[in-house]
C-alpha cells in the first residue's frame, strides 16, 4: 500500500482537510500482515474541539482517537516481518505509534523513511534529528535483521545496538556518522553485512579516515556511501562525478587488502 501526498521541500502543502485514507472502523480489520509499506499516508483523526491541527478529520468514520491508535489496538501484527514507514511529524498524528511498535513481535526488517520537513531544520526539531525514529524503534520487541533509518540523534546508537545479535544490514542515510561512531557499529554489531552511511569529505579531500574504518568492517559484503553534493552554484570539493567515483572504490579496496583498515 502507497498512498503518496504532495510533498514540496521545505514548503509545506500539508495534507487535505479530507480524510483520504483507508478507514477502518468499528473493529474492522484487514487479514494478519507479512509485509506493509506505507510511508506516504494520511493517516486520520476525529475532529478535535480547539485543535489547531484539523487535517484528515472530515469524514474520518471512528468518532474519537487517531488512526494510529486505531490501528496499534485493533490490527494483527503477529505475522508482521517487513515495515516501511514515515512517522508524521504533528502532534497529536503521532499518538499510538509507540504502542503500535509494542505489537511487532514477529518483525525481522524495518525501514523509517524521512518526513517531508526532513530537509527543514528549522521546523520540528524532534523529527530533523531522528529522536522519533530511535522512539519507535526503542519501542519494537523483536530482534531485528535490518534496519534503516533516515536520521540518527546523537546517542541513538543504543537502539541499534539492543539488535546486535541479529542485525545483519544497517543503513542511516542523512546523518553523518562521526568515526566514533562508526567504530563503535563495527566493534558492536558482529553479523553486519550490508551497511550505507553518509560520508563527509575531510577538508578538501576524500575521507581517508573513514574509508580505512569502513575497510576494517570483518564481514562487510556491500557498502553504499553518500556524500554532499553542495550549493549547484558552489559543489563541494572534491567533485563527486562519474569519473572520480572509481577513485573512491579503488581506495577502499586498497585499504582493505593493505590491512589498514
Not at 485543535?51 to 468518532?63: A, L, V
Request: negative net charge; glycine residues 8%.
Amino acid at each position: 500500500m502507497h498512498v503518496k501526498e504532495y510533498e514540496g521541500g521545505c514548503v509545506n502543502y500539508g495534507p487535505d482537510l479530507l480524510y483520504g485514507g483507508i478507514g477502518f472502523t468499528r473493529g474492522e480489520i484487514p487479514p494478519p500482515l507479512r509485509e506493509l509499506e506505507i510511508p506516504h499516508y494520511p493517516w486520520g483523526m476525529a475532529p478535535r474541539p480547539g485543535n489547531e491541527f484539523q487535517w484528515n478529520c472530515i469524514g474520518y468514520p471512528e468518532p474519537t482517537g487517531t488512526e494510529p491508535e486505531y490501528w496499534a489496538q485493533n490490527l494483527d501484527w503477529s505475522q508482521l516481518r517487513r515495515l516501511v514507514l514515515r512517522l508524521p511529524v504533528s502532534e497529536p498524528y503521532s499518538h499510538g505509534f509507540p504502542s503500535l511498535a509494542e505489537q511487532l513481535t514477529a518483525l525481522e526488517e524495518i525501514e523509517l523513511v524521512p518526513s517531508h520537513y526532513d530537509d527543514c531544520p528549522s521546523r520540528h526539531s524532534r523529527h530533523h534529528d531522528g529522536s522519533d525514529q530511535i522512539e519507535f524503534l526503542n519501542h519494537v520487541p523483536s530482534l531485528l535483521a535490518s534496519i534503516s533509518l533516515s536520521r540518527m540523534p546523537p546517542g541513538g546508537i543504543s537502539a541499534i545496538q539492543v539488535h546486535a545479535a541479529r542485525v545483519h544490514s544497517l543503513a542511516i542515510t542523512r546523518t553523518i556518522l562521526s568515526q566514533q561512531e562508526l567504530t563503535i557499529i563495527r566493534d558492536s554489531l558482529p553479523r553486519l553485512s550490508t551497511l550505507t552511511v553518509v560520508c563527509a569529505r575531510e577538508g578538501d579531500e576524500w575521507p581517508d579516515g573513514t574509508f580505512s574504518l569502513l575497510a576494517s568492517f570483518p564481514r562487510l559484503h556491500s557498502l553504499t556511501t553518500w556524500f554532499e553534493i553542495g550549493p549547484y552554484d558552489e559543489p563541494l570539493k572534491p567533485f563527486l562525478t562519474v569519473s572520480s567515483a572509481p577513485t573512491i572504490f579503488s581506495r577502499l579496496r586498497q585499504l582493505g587488502a593493505s590491512g589498514l583498515g
